[in-house]
């Protein structure tokens, strides 16, 4: 459902005068709505409560696989947003690495997406509703691919 907002100070909101804000979506009541019923969501299956516990779970895993394997740095995530990069022997992005590590993942079922200004960083995008077994099984191929990469 399309919906758009426009958000600001008084100060700012005021600035242009009585009826020169608007847009296409702008208060639509099915939108709304939806919108609304989005939110009621979020709180009633403690959706942000989920996010926490799978950043933590990957946080942790990233922590593991940054001692085990030199590649692994720079580790982040914000709630179940995550990434994590692949640096070469000499700390430089490795790009290559990420490709590598991603075609490994995809031979055993698992999409990685590489990304960032190097194409060295891999990016963990679960969905939050996925249960943590999956998000495991998701771990756990790619520290396989990471096992089968430093082993080659």
């Not at 720079?74 to 070469?88: I, K, S, V």
């Amino acid at each position: 459902m399309p919906l758009s907002a426009i958000v600001g100070t008084a100060k700012v909101m005021d600035a242009s005068g009585p009826g020169s804000l608007g847009g296409t979506y702008s208060g639509n009541p099915l939108s709304c709505a939806a919108a609304l019923a989005v939110l009621d969501t979020i709180e009633e299956e403690n959706i942000l409560a989920r996010s926490t516990q799978m950043g933590r779970l990957l946080a942790e895993r990233f922590a593991v696989w940054q001692q085990r394997f030199e590649m692994v740095s720079h580790p982040r995530n914000l709630g179940a947003m995550a990434a994590f990069e692949l640096l070469d022997a000499h700390g430089k992005p490795d790009a290559a690495m990420a490709q590598a590590l991603c075609a490994k993942a995809r031979e055993q079922g698992l999409i990685l997406l590489s990304c960032g200004f190097y194409s060295n960083t891999i990016r963990v995008l679960v969905p939050i509703t996925a249960p943590s077994d999956v998000l495991k099984e998701g771990l756990s191929i790619i520290e396989r691919s990471l096992e089968m990469l430093v082993s080659q």
